[in-house]
């Protein structure tokens, strides 16, 4: 099976994490610490994360779909197919 078009396959993901994500921030104010607190809280699967900073100068400013999140990264995949990690210490600044 060939590896292009698995960007695309997330897009329906994408879309139920946006869905998902203003149901859960409804009421707040974007910015504000509530609703910070309850992003961080969230579930980021089907987010699209950028990568601000990292140690690997070649890795700023990747990004992708969240398809997996463990304890110590994210794996994301990028729009050109590609699968990422990306360790996070603080959650991306642009979701």
Do not use: C
């Amino acid at each position: 099976m060939a590896r292009r078009g698995r960007h695309a396959l997330y897009a329906p993901l994408r879309e139920l994490w946006l869905a998902y994500v203003a149901r859960a921030t409804e009421g707040l104010t974007v910015g504000d610490e509530a609703w910070v607190a309850r992003l961080v809280q969230s579930d980021l699967h089907g987010s699209e994360l950028h990568v601000t900073h990292s140690r690997d100068a070649a890795r700023v400013g990747k990004h992708g779909t969240v398809v997996m999140d463990t304890p110590n990264a994210f794996h994301l995949v990028s729009p050109d197919d590609r699968l990422l990690g990306a360790r996070p210490r603080v959650v991306a600044d642009r979701i």
